[in-house]
């Protein structure tokens, strides 16, 4: 009761291809094959699509002269 056998799993088969067609589900195929391809060559890819070359952006660590600028480090208390 557990397990399905064989004659379950074709049954199945016969009844997803006469709802949806052997078109439909090659095209499909197709269309999930192409994905998980496209979905390993980005990962694949994508610690290498770094350029070297180029350097990381810098953050600006300038302050501003804002007079609603707060120096958390300057106050101390008194």
Same mark, same amino acid.
């Given at each position: 009761? !557990?397990?399905?056998?064989?004659?379950?799993? =074709?049954?199945?088969?016969? $009844? @997803? @291809? =006469?709802?949806? !067609?052997?078109?439909? =589900?090659?095209?499909? &195929?197709?269309?999930? &094959?192409? *994905? @998980?391809?496209?979905?390993?060559? &980005? $990962?694949?890819? !994508? !610690? *290498?699509? *770094?350029? /070297?070359? $180029?350097? /990381?952006?810098?953050?600006?660590?300038?302050?501003?002269?804002?007079?609603?600028? $707060?120096? @958390?480090?300057?106050?101390?208390?008194?």
């Amino acid at each position: 009761m !557990g397990s399905f056998s064989i004659w379950h799993w =074709l049954i199945v088969l016969l $009844v @997803v @291809v =006469l709802i949806f !067609g052997t078109k439909k =589900l090659t095209n499909i &195929g197709k269309d999930l &094959g192409g *994905a @998980v391809k496209g979905f390993k060559d &980005g $990962v694949k890819d !994508g !610690g *290498a699509s *770094a350029d /070297p070359a $180029v350097p /990381p952006v810098q953050v600006n660590t300038t302050r501003a002269n804002d007079a609603n600028t $707060v120096d @958390v480090e300057a106050k101390t208390k008194s």
